[in-house]
């Protein structure tokens, strides 16, 4: 028995030792790949020194003696935190990420090539202007120095992602920062699919109640549009296709997580210091790290610190001493579907202008890691690429006979919105920013502005022009060979919406109908918000001067404009109505929630059971509500529209009809239907959480996935590459979590504000920021999450141009300096 033991003994002590060995292995190689923030360098492509000093939150900030260096500097410090970050952008953008994932992104791969976003970006370096292509190309410089030092010091091939997907990573060229800003356009577009679901709905509700499901956002109405099938004959109602897959490394997402942001401004005379207020969040997809990146860049023409996007050099959000600059999506309707009928007789003609006319084609072969390459044909007609019936749902509104093609302003080979972006840093004055933004093409933002002395808000972007004869006016696919539907070029830049010093002294956006135009001057039909814009009103006229902290506290703002309107209008009849209940029957528990959301002010605190108990019962309210009429197609409604509620509601155009359920004999009323809605959130509550009401924590449900995008699913190394954090927020709260709206947690945080900033002119250096994760894209790095926590508690960490104040805490300081020959 002393034997048998004394043998498990060492075979178990053998088995920790050897466990222990490989864990401190590869904590060493995935370790070398952290930069020492306090080396100095000799490189190839510099012209001076360069000092690159950390902060206490390991923002750089970059000085040196020319701009092309300052690029070539930036390029450097974003390739040591964000490496893998960076090349899986590009991959992505290329169309290349199946040659590291297989199968898994060859769907991914698929719709970027037939897009043909990098060809695009290639042709688009040409018509840059000198100081961006010099610029352009000291960054990719500076990346591919850093590169080099990888691979001759043996810094464990970068980042850590390295190691487990081994492969090859080329030089960056100025191409793939152009590729990189187109991405975001696919990233935040959302038009396109709004033209499917519309298409797809009406093919089974009737054209009255489309404004009911889809409504447009208030203001002046427009005519009824006719049936899908009335405007596109022959169409079939065909089965949902297999879409593009919900995979973290997807460029394209579902059309309620489409770009959204917070932005506003307050004038000198209604600022309380007397200079200008400017507030800035834009709302990305959560990922860990997060896509914004700190920096601040002492340019020849001045000091400019914000967000930059790893891979782009140029701050996109930020301010520099003269001007602050905030963006928010513009939802402009900048993408159109067509329907291309093909000759029947001969696949490679499709009907034109003037008549039969070949498809553009072009092959492109996807190389697929464990599988055979794919060979892509392409096809293009003069409206754009075609796109496969199996991407975006388009094969359950295409007609038998046609194939679905593409406009779309950000598919254009001469993208001149890197040097616009460029220019933008230089600018002094809201006036400059104006002009400097002109060729800005995609995508299309409101720009908001602030110098010492003025506000203004402009949107940019290209914003096609359309026929007043267009057959569905852009919302709904239709016939590409009719020249009524055909784009007409893009519209004069001088006639984008644009605010400058408004009579209020306060302007804002938060993805809201900005201007209510007819069409084709309407800008879009589609806005991201009809919410958000009510509290913020209200926050902003509550004063009448403001401060940074004022500004501050609006973008934490957590109350829902959107609970506070619909819940009077759901819970009508069934507040403190009903007999006694005895505790523990469904009655019982009803009557808890609605004592409980009657006396609730609409916060969406994470600590509180309310926020849950409401979102839960409208989810399941609309879902009641619709799942009758629509079937299956009930399930792209993930998230519901208050604008649809209220008018079920309060029954605007006879839209209570809704409340009916078609297949069943009795008619039901709205009433029955809310408490039916609430007893179903209630039991999902109960299986979910537990049954005890008041220990409910909307946190518990709202949690933020920071998720790493490759190994946010992996086993064990979840643990130490995601972060979670209990939120509070929701969908239509100025402090925006937006959630997934899918099951199992439909409740998940995932979409929110990556990157907030406060800016105040009457004291810059009082001006603040925070990202959402952390600077370093590694996760055995102190600052992989060192901002995160100060994110979810709404604090912030100072925003400086004072070389002073950065190098008063610097936790590093990195020097580059030209090689010499020997």
């Keep these: ?42 490189l190839a492509g510099i012209t001076a020194p360069v000092e690159i000093v ?45 040659e590291v994932f297989g199968p898994r992104t060859l769907k991914i791969d698929e719709l970027m090539r037939r897009l043909d976003v990098y060809p695009l970006s290639v042709r688009s370096v040409a018509v840059q202007d000198p100081e961006t292509r010099a610029a352009l190309e000291a960054y990719a410089d500076g990346v591919n120095a850093w590169l080099g030092e990888v691979n001759e010091g043996a810094r464990g091939r970068g ?61 002046n109405g427009i005519a009824v549009l006719p049936e899908y099938a009335s405007l596109v004959p022959g169409t079939q109602r065909y089965a949902a296709n297999n879409r593009m897959p919900n995979d973290p490394l997807s460029p394209t997402k579902p059309r309620a997580h489409a770009g ?19 507030a800035n969040d834009p709302h990305v997809g959560l990922t860990a790290p997060t896509i914004w990146y700190l920096a601040r860049l002492e340019l020849e023409s001045g000091g400019v610190i914000g967000g930059t996007v790893p891979g782009i050099p140029v701050v996109l959000t930020g301010r520099s001493a003269a001007l602050g600059w905030g963006i928010t999506a513009s939802y402009a309707d900048d993408q159109d579907v067509f329907i291309e009928e093909v000759n029947p007789d001969n696949s490679t003609l499709y009907r034109g202008l003037d008549g039969w006319t070949p498809f553009t084609t072009r092959d492109s072969i996807i190389n697929v ?31 038998p006979g046609h194939v679905t093609s593409l406009s779309w302003t950000a598919l254009s080979d001469k993208d001149t919105s890197i040097s616009a972006a460029m220019r933008l840093m230089a600018a002094k004055t809201v006036e400059d920013a104006i002009e400097a933004t002109a060729d800005y093409v995609a995508p299309s933002q409101n720009l908001t502005l602030a110098d010492r002395n003025r506000i203004a808000m402009k949107t940019i972007g290209a914003l096609p022009a359309r026929d007043a004869a267009h057959q569905s006016q852009g919302r709904l ?9 055909r784009w007409q070029g893009v519209r004069p830049y001088s006639e984008n919406p644009e605010f400058v010093e408004p009579t209020g002294g306060i302007l804002g956006n938060t993805n809201n109908k900005t201007v209510d135009a007819p069409f084709p001057d309407h800008v879009s039909f589609n806005w991201g918000d009809t919410q958000r814009i009510n509290r913020w009103r209200r926050l902003m006229q509550a004063r009448e001067v403001h401060t940074r902290e004022s500004f501050i506290e609006a973008q934490l703002d957590t109350v829902s404009f959107t609970a506070r309107s619909l819940l009077p209008l759901m819970g009508a009849d069934l507040w403190f109505t009903g007999d006694p209940a005895p505790d523990g029957t469904p009655e019982r528990r009803r009557q808890q929630a609605l004592e409980l959301l009657a006396a609730w002010n609409g916060e969406m605190n994470e600590h509180l059971p309310e926020p849950l108990i409401y979102a839960a019962w409208l989810r399941a309210l609309q879902d009641r509500l619709i799942r009758d009429e629509l079937g299956p197609l009930a399930s792209e409604y993930t998230h519901a529209d208050p604008v649809f509620i209220e008018r079920v509601f309060r029954n605007v155009d006879g839209a209570a009809a809704w409340c009916d359920v078609i297949q069943s004999a009795p008619e039901e009323t709205c009433t029955e ?46 643990w130490f590459v995601n972060i979670r954090q209990s939120t509070s927020g929701g969908d239509n709260t100025l402090q925006r979590g ?17 990157y907030r900033g406060v800016y105040d002119f009457a004291d810059p250096d009082s001006s603040v920021f925070v990202t959402a994760t952390g600077q370093s894209g590694h996760p055995l790095s102190r600052y992989y999450d060192n901002l995160g926590e100060l994110w979810r508690r709404g604090e912030y960490i100072p925003m400086s141009l004072d070389p002073d104040l950065a190098r008063a805490a610097a936790l590093g300081v990195t020097k580059l300096f030209p090689d010499t020959p020997q």
């Design 477 to 485: 696919p239709s016939f590409g060979y009719l020249p009524q539907n």
């Design 369 to 399: 890691k464990d599988g055979v390459s794919v060979t892509l044909r392409m096809r293009w007609t003069d409206n754009g690429p075609v796109l496969p019936p199996d991407q975006f749902d388009l094969g359950t509104i295409t007609p």
């Design 260 to 278: 959204a942001s917070n932005a506003w401004a307050a004038g000198p005379s209604r600022a309380a210091a007397g200079s200008t207020l400017l």
């Design 54 to 98: 950390r902060d206490n939150a390991n923002v750089p900030h970059i000085f040196g003696t020319n701009d092309t260096d300052v690029y070539y500097a930036l390029g450097f410090v974003h390739a040591q935190d964000r490496m893998w970050q960076m090349t899986m952008l590009r991959r992505t953008a290329q169309g290349r990420l199946s």
């Design 159 to 219: 980042a850590p992602e390295m190691w487990m997907f081994n492969h090859p990573v080329s030089p960056w060229q100025p191409a793939d920062s152009i590729a990189l800003m187109k991405l975001l356009a696919v990233q935040t577009a959302s038009q396109l699919e709004n033209e499917v679901l519309r298409a797809r709905t009406s093919l089974v509700v009737s054209p009255e109640r489309i404004v009911d499901i889809l409504p447009d956002d208030p203001g």
């Design 738 to 754: 937006l959630t997934s709206g899918t099951r199992p947690n439909p409740f998940q945080n995932i979409h929110a504000a990556g």
């Design 673 to 718: 239907i809310s408490r039916q809605a609430l007893d179903d959130a209630l039991i999902w509550i109960d299986e979910t959480y537990g049954n005890r009401v008041q220990a409910l924590r909307w946190g518990d449900a709202h949690q933020a996935t920071h998720d790493h995008p490759v190994l946010g699913n992996a086993t064990i190394l979840n």
């Design 1 to 42: 028995m002393a034997f048998l033991f004394r043998w498990l003994f060492r075979i178990t002590t053998g088995l920790i030792a050897l466990a222990l060995g490989i864990f401190g292995l590869t904590y060493y190689f995935a370790a070398r790949s952290l930069p020492d923030y306090n080396a100095d360098f000799e």
